[in-house]
């Protein structure tokens, strides 16, 4: 079983809304922070947004206020709100789990996974906004 894997990309006008889940193995649902990441066309990964265990949440400055991280522990889903879509939130989402033994990735907004190293990552999955 794949440990994280993400669905409910798409295309949808400016405005609109989608809303995206990452479900993840036993293992790969992690007690340290889990984050999405987005890399859009010929820019670089970028994490969105965070949420630690204790249900905390940041934002990216260009998301906050129009996305929402949340997680169902029972169900070891991940979601990712996402409203007001513009143009330039059209990139390929990642869903990614930090571990003591990961990816290190820099910090560009003050998340709240402060380990930054993301050991477990989804495929990705598309979201396209048009205008």
């Known amino acids: 079983q794949a440990p994280l894997v993400e669905s409910g990309g798409g295309s949808v006008q400016a405005g609109g809304s989608l809303r995206l889940s990452c479900a993840a193995s036993a293992y790969a649902y992690s007690s340290f922070c889990m984050a999405w990441f987005r890399q859009g066309p010929g820019k670089e990964r970028e994490e969105v947004a965070g949420?630690?265990?204790?249900?905390?949440?940041s934002y990216a400055d260009s998301v906050k206020g129009r996305f929402t991280i949340s997680k169902d522990n029972a169900k070891k889903i991940l979601y990712l709100e996402m409203t007001q879509l513009k143009e330039e939130d059209t990139a390929i989402y990642y869903c990614a789990t930090e571990g003591e033994e990961g990816l290190p990735i820099g910090d560009p907004y003050g998340s709240v996974c402060r380990l930054r190293l993301f050991v477990y990552w989804g495929q990705g999955t598309q979201v396209t906004v048009s205008s």
């Open positions: 949420i630690d265990e204790n249900g905390r949440t």
